[in-house]
């Protein structure tokens, strides 16, 4: 029965192939071993980075050929990637974040790396707070790509001009300084100027987004191996949203497009939760912003973010290219150069301690809320269908924001859908 349901969907998605074709078919052409990777890498100005380390990594390696294949936001690669792989034609190796870990063991597709990484020297460069991450029933799934947590961007300018001189620290202060930042600017009688940018949807980007808050009000996702999203520090979390919308302090984002910062940059929200990989784009920008951590309900909290980099299995020369690739993505070369580009934080040891990263942060002071931040962040659950959990925790948080059911009602749905799915 599994094996009739793969081909039948597979039949269903295959018609996407045709959108990103090309990938483990000729693995060698001319001694040279050709090998794809799919991503999702945005804002584009990190794309460019991505793109540019890519080709030193080709330049230097004669023999390896790494085609990098951009293919639209992680949400939206999701049918791809599971066409891709029921039907046998993955790319060799996939840029994500680790909670997809399950899924695709699950389904058989991924190369355990253990072996490989056991024997590399430069398993003693990773930052140990990432093996959680790259690990599932024993076996490295994945390396990761980068780090970084979540916290709140702010217009110190409108700040100021709102007469606000502290940033908040707790919820109930986050609540007055919105009210104060939410006006109506030019007397027309409709706002132009509101406290908080908030994230809309059901996909990943949004429970990554408001599973801090839900962390600081003691809320938990997993129970004995489960889901249990019932629970008060869940209701809490998803609470602090619905009372922001009900004094119409915040502006939503289009579904599924909390990460975009048009709206914070324009000075329409003054306030935004987002992460370091934006401080390549904001360098750039002729704007003032500054960063504070996630206010606190009952304890500091931040989530792990990044993405992990999975190998898919093809044929001993392609895996031993993407191994050849992921030596050099944990190198501290890598790491360094993306993190001074972007400001992701640097998995790689030597590189957190490097000169130039040091001084890269004294020149970018924002980076040390991020940094401490990582004392107390927690891993997404690594479990075999987190892809279920966050989808029904999404639909609940978007039901919430836009004022069809309360909290509580809500997370109850989501949950009799989550008690109907085998976990393990």
């Known amino acids: ?80 990637i599971f066409a891709a792989t029921v039907s046998g034609e993955p790319p060799n190796m996939l840029w994500f974040v680790p909670q997809l870990t399950g899924k695709l063991a699950d389904l058989g597709a991924l190369l355990p790396l253990e072996n490989w990484l056991n024997n590399s020297a430069i398993k003693q460069e990773i930052d140990p707070a990432m093996f959680e991450s790259m690990t599932l029933n024993g076996h490295i799934y994945s390396i990761p790509f980068a780090t970084n947590n979540a916290a709140i ?31 109506d600017t030019n007397n027309d009688g409709r706002i132009d100027q509101y406290g908080m940018f908030l994230s809309l949807g059901k996909g990943e980007w949004t429970v990554f987004a408001w599973l801090p808050f839900i962390y600081s009000a003691g809320g938990e996702l997993i129970d004995g191996n489960k889901p249990n999203i019932v629970n008060p520090g869940v209701i809490k979390g998803l609470q602090l949203g619905a009372d922001l919308v009900k004094d119409q302090v915040t502006i939503l984002s289009a579904p599924e497009r909390g990460y975009e910062l048009d709206n ?39 989530v792990v973010g990044g993405e992990n980099l999975f190998v898919f299995k093809s044929n001993l020369a392609q895996e031993k290219a993407c191994q050849e690739f992921l030596t050099y993505v944990l190198s501290e070369q890598f790491q ?15 590189s957190q301690q490097s000169a130039a990263y040091q001084q890269y942060v004294q020149e970018n002071p924002v980076l040390e809320v991020f940094l401490k931040q990582m004392q107390w962040a927690r891993s997404r659950p690594i479990i075999t269908q987190y892809t279920r959990l966050s989808e029904n925790l999404g639909r609940a948080i978007e039901s919430v924001l836009l004022e069809k059911q309360t909290p509580e009602a809500a997370l109850k749905k989501s949950q009799e859908r989550l008690d109907l799915i085998p976990f393990k």
């Open 336 to 350: 360094t150069t993306w993190a001074l580009e972007t400001g992701y934080l640097p998995i790689n040891l030597k």
């Open 153 to 183: 961007f702010y217009r110190p300018s409108l700040f100021q001009a709102a007469g606000i001189r502290d940033v908040p620290k707790t919820w109930e202060e986050l609540k007055l300084v919105a009210n104060k930042l939410t006006q």
């Open 264 to 302: 914070f940059l324009s000075g329409k929200a003054a306030m935004q939760v987002t992460g370091p990989w934006t401080l390549g784009q904001l360098s750039q920008m002729d704007i003032d912003y500054g960063v504070f951590p996630i206010p606190i309900k009952e304890k500091p909290a931040a």
């Open 1 to 80: 029965m599994e094996y009739v349901k793969k081909i039948a969907l597979a039949a269903i998605l295959s018609c996407i192939l045709l959108l990103v074709g090309g990938c483990q078919n000729s693995s060698q052409d001319n001694n040279v071993t050709k090998v794809t990777l799919w991503h999702g890498i945005n804002p584009p100005e990190n794309r460019d980075v991505f793109n540019k380390l890519v080709a030193q990594f080709n330049q230097t390696h004669p023999n390896l050929e790494v085609e990098a294949l951009y293919i639209g936001q992680p949400d939206a690669q999701l049918p791809k």
